[in-house]
């Protein structure tokens, strides 16, 4: 069974440092990895999404490794901002099954 | 164009009692998915759609029904309430393979006593 994982639970960093956020996963077997997220009593916002195939993704701000290999995803935001203060979620997809398997979050706080 | 839409947005059910919880998407999109988020616990799959009239179970189906009569609208359904599925319920939705980006509703907060 996948088990996905995300440490720290919860992260506080002042305005303008760079943010590192990880996931690890058991099963190296996967067809992608996205990156969600959450802000409070909201639904989830995919990020980033990175196929199996690939070793990175960028968005603006947000960059996305992935390490199949080692089980390993870092999602990195540049020069962190109040408003990035939410929960980031990552989800691993097995290659011929339909369970996104969730791991639990880390909820971020930037202060000003 | 509203994405993916969900009513009510909280609800208080004692034990034994039944409820449906509603959501829309107006993406056109052929599959749909509800999804409970407990503490601690990432979200889980709890039944997904791959098209109007299907049907599927998920990670945690146990105590829950849904329908899918019309391509739009996924229904969830709790038979006999009860306080283990006070949760907070999130729908959601893709243009085709669960591999895909899936679009969130902003959920529906249950509490079951």
């Known amino acids: 069974k996948q088990e996905v994982t995300q440490i720290p639970a919860a992260l506080s960093v002042p305005e303008g440092e760079n943010l590192v956020l990880n996931c690890s996963f058991t099963?190296?077997?996967?067809?992608?990895l996205q990156w969600f997220r959450q802000d409070p009593g909201k639904g989830l916002t995919s990020l980033l999404l990175?196929?199996?195939?690939?070793r990175e993704q960028t968005s603006g701000r947000l960059n996305a490794s992935l390490d199949k290999s080692s089980g390993r995803s870092t999602l990195y935001i540049a020069a962190s901002q109040p408003g990035d203060s939410a929960t980031y979620l990552c989800?691993?997809?097995?290659?011929?099954?339909?369970?996104?398997?969730f791991g639990a979050g880390t909820t971020v706080t930037v202060r000003a | 164009n509203a994405g993916v839409t969900q009513t009510p947005k909280f609800r208080v059910l004692k034990t034994g009692q039944s409820m449906t919880l509603l959501c829309a998407q107006d993406?056109?999109?052929?599959?749909m998915y509800w999804y409970r988020q407990d503490p601690g616990m990432g979200l889980r799959l709890i039944h997904y759609?791959?098209?109007?009239?299907?049907?599927a179970k998920g990670e945690v189906p146990d105590g829950y029904n849904v329908s899918r009569l019309k391509k739009q609208n996924f229904l969830l359904g709790l038979e006999s309430a009860a306080p283990s599925q006070t949760s907070v319920y999130f729908c959601?939705?893709?243009?085709?393979?669960?591999?895909?980006?899936?679009?969130f509703g902003p959920g529906t907060r249950l509490l079951v006593l």
């Open positions: 959601a939705s893709s243009y085709t393979a669960f591999q895909e980006t899936q679009y």
């Open positions: 099963d190296s077997a996967i067809y992608n």
């Open positions: 990175i196929q199996s195939s690939q």
């Open positions: 989800a691993v997809t097995p290659p011929n099954d339909y369970k996104l398997s």
């Open positions: 993406m056109n999109h052929e599959y």
């Open positions: 759609s791959v098209g109007e009239g299907t049907t």
